[in-house]
């Protein structure tokens, strides 16, 4: 696609449910990246895929998060017994290398409300 | 110490102003280093990339590294109204993963 498609763009959920969040890159692209950014916060790195290779988790914050990458191209993100602490913009990135100077192409987020 | 470390600001400039935003980094073996801009509600938008020391300019933005003293700035010249956003330094290291700044705001009033 011509940019970062994320869906839903908005997700309010009750404590305790579980969550997906779905993030298809720029066609081509083999990085793929998850982020979140809590109100007025920076960006905080969550996991990165890069083609075949086995994904970099280390940012998840705890073992109710997790993602994969079907293909090498759409990736979702799924939060277990979602708390009112994961509630952020969850914002998905592309690169088209994975090494070098690339900067990312972000995705519109995922605004995650749980109340 | 945080990794990437940004002012928060706000930082405050009239138009037509040169506008300077800092950043200082931890990690020596950081390679590439980058400037996001992100308007209220919106995504971050890359706008500057450079990884050597030295200037590197572009239109009326200029980023300069300083790999030594572990710093990045932006500098914004001839501010306008639409550059009035909140600034994010990414530095990136040996490996895949980007570590983003907390931010700067920036407002240019008219």
């Known amino acids: 696609g011509a940019g970062v498609s994320q869906s839903p763009s908005n997700k309010v959920t009750e404590k305790g449910k579980d969550v997906e969040l779905r993030c298809d890159p720029i066609?081509?692209?083999?990085?793929l990246y998850w982020y979140r950014q809590s109100l007025g916060q920076g960006l905080e790195f969550l996991i990165y895929?890069?083609?075949?290779?086995?994904?970099?988790k280390s940012g998840l914050p705890s073992d109710r998060f997790s993602a994969e990458r079907t293909g090498g191209s759409v990736s979702t993100l799924t939060i277990q017994r979602t708390q009112q602490e994961d509630s952020a913009v969850y914002l998905c990135?592309?690169?088209?290398?994975?090494?070098?100077?690339?900067?990312?192409?972000f995705g519109s987020g995922t605004r995650l409300t749980v109340v | 110490q945080k990794e990437v470390e940004q002012n928060s600001g706000p930082l405050s400039v009239p138009e037509g102003a040169i506008a300077s935003l800092n950043c200082t980094y931890s990690?020596?073996?950081?390679?590439?280093f980058f400037w996001y801009r992100q308007y209220s509600g919106k995504s971050p938008e890359l706008i500057m990339s450079?990884?050597?020391?030295g200037d590197k300019e572009d239109g009326r933005f200029t980023a300069q590294l300083n790999k030594a003293s572990q710093y990045v700035s932006l500098l914004i010249r001839d501010s306008q109204p639409s550059d009035s956003a909140t600034y994010l330094c990414?530095?990136?290291?040996?490996?895949?993963?980007?570590?983003f700044g907390a931010g700067t705001r920036l407002f240019v009033k008219a």
């Open positions: 450079i990884y050597s020391n």
């Open positions: 066609s081509g692209h083999t990085a």
């Open positions: 895929f890069q083609g075949n290779s086995a994904p970099d």
């Open positions: 990690d020596r073996g950081s390679q590439s």
């Open positions: 990414a530095v990136r290291g040996g490996g895949f993963k980007t570590i």
């Open positions: 990135a592309s690169s088209l290398v994975w090494a070098g100077g690339d900067g990312y192409t």
